[in-house]
Every structure is written in C-alpha cells, then in structure tokens.
C-alpha cells in the first residue's frame, strides 16, 4: 500500500526491470517510472531539489563511481531530505557469489559513511543486519567459491527467517548488509 505521497519516481536502468515496473505501476498515477543510470550524473539533473525522501536498494555495490551516484541522490533531495540506503557490509565477505552478481565491491561502515559525508550527507543512523546471513556468504563465496546461490539452503533460510531475526541481536559479528539512513545538509 503506498503512503500519502502526492508522487514517488521509481527509477532503474535495465530495460528489462524497468519493464515490469512500468507493468506494476500502470495505473497508479501517483508513481512516474523513468530511466536512470546510476552511474551517471546526467540522469539525476531533471529532479533538482524536488524529493523528501530517496531509497536505493542494493544500487552502490554494482557501480565504478558510487560516489556519483550519491551526488545524484544529494542532487535530487531537499534541504534536509533523508537518504535511504541498504548496501552490502563487509570488503572481507567479497567473494565469487558477489563476482557473479556483478558487485564490484563490499562496504565498511566507515568507508561508506565517509563517501556520504562527502557528497554533502550527514550520516543519521547506521545498522547492519542479516547476521545470519554473513555465515552463510563467507561459507559459499569465500570458502566453497560457489558462483551462485543454492535453492535449498535459501529455502531453508526463508523459511526460518523468524528465527534468525530473533537471534540477530544476540550473534557477536555484523551482518551481510547495512541499512544507513543520510540527511542532506542545506
């Protein structure tokens, strides 16, 4: 169910996604899907200023510049406007599962909250999740070097995934992923 948004913009920029996004929101006159590149400053210029709110899911890791990317995000928002970001934690878990999903890279929190505040944010709030999750990665990826992940194990995962977000807090290393929330300063 959408909030009481007066408009949101979906953006993508594979044909094939951007496809069904336009399937999905065909007759939702609140939403506008439109073309972007995230890698490329140009797609940001139409939106200057005009946003509250942005959310990029799981967009940084696949891009030679993110930093573009959070130029772009910074363009688009206003004074004050909150980034949403989920990215994936952890240069050490970088392995084959991530080569074969065209990720170029993992994050640190550090390292990404600096890219951020470069680009003119100020990091809000910073949390990783997926505890559980991070096991399970740097067993395929880092030490059986699979290229892609196995239908059992997710279905087991998906299917316990009550459990594991119980266990979250309690598990002593950070989690597969990092959710940032960023306040663009005026």
Request: proline letters at 6%; a positive charge; aromatic letters at 8%.
């Amino acid at each position: 169910l959408m909030g009481r948004r007066l408009r949101y913009v979906s953006t993508d920029g594979d044909a094939l996604n951007l496809h069904a996004l336009r399937n999905r929101f065909l007759r939702t006159p609140s939403v506008e899907v439109a073309e972007v590149q995230p890698g490329e400053s140009a797609g940001y210029l139409r939106w200057d200023a005009e946003f509250d709110t942005a959310l990029a899911i799981n967009v940084l890791e696949g891009l030679e510049s993110p930093q573009t990317a959070l130029a772009g995000l910074h363009r688009v928002l206003k004074p004050g406007g909150l980034a949403l970001l989920l990215a994936p934690r952890g240069p050490g878990l970088y392995g084959t599962i991530d080569q074969a999903m065209g990720q170029l890279r993992r994050f640190d929190r550090h390292g990404l909250e600096a890219m951020l505040q470069a680009e003119g944010f100020t990091v809000v709030e910073t949390r990783t999740i997926n505890k559980a999750g991070a096991l399970g990665w740097w067993l395929g990826g880092k030490v059986l070097r699979r290229r892609y992940l196995s239908k059992l194990p997710l279905k087991v995962f998906d299917k316990t995934v009550w459990l594991w977000r119980m266990l979250d807090p309690i598990l002593p290393w950070p989690g597969l992923s990092m959710i940032l929330v960023a306040r663009r300063t005026p």
